[in-house]
């Protein structure tokens, strides 16, 4: 069970983040296409660069009883893709729930 600890707390995160989300219509349920789009820009730009970091001996692989051992490529687990579409929803909901209530507190103080 703890081989794949991680990949489940990171599932359970973007369930978490999904329906705060809903809640809100901040990311996925405001606009879903675009949502789509700079989820899979943003996702597979940071995989491009772990990619990179990779092949220049600059990223490695951690070995943890909490990891499922199972690899994408040489030194790219599985989790990692998990945890940048984590990484992007936290930085798109932060950014649009930030929007929102600062538009919402400018338009209070014009009235």
């Known amino acids: 069970?703890?081989?794949?600890?991680?990949?489940?707390?990171?599932?359970?995160?973007?369930?978490?983040?999904?329906?705060?989300?809903?809640?809100?219509?901040l990311f996925y349920w405001d606009d879903a296409r675009a949502a789509l789009v700079v989820t899979i820009v943003g996702v597979?730009?940071?995989?491009?660069?772990?990619?990179?970091?990779?092949?220049?001996?600059?990223?490695?692989r951690g070995h943890g009883e909490f990891l499922t051992g199972i690899l994408l490529a040489p030194e790219l687990p599985l989790e990692e893709p998990v945890f940048l579409w984590l990484l992007i929803?936290?930085?798109?909901l932060g950014y649009t729930g930030s929007w929102r209530l600062l538009t919402a507190r400018a338009a209070a103080r014009a009235r």
């Open 89 to 92: 929803m936290c930085a798109m």
């Open 1 to 25: 069970m703890t081989s794949v600890a991680y990949l489940l707390a990171l599932l359970v995160s973007i369930a978490g983040l999904l329906l705060l989300d809903w809640r809100h219509r």
């Open 44 to 60: 597979g730009t940071l995989l491009l660069t772990d990619v990179a970091g990779i092949a220049f001996g600059i990223f490695f």
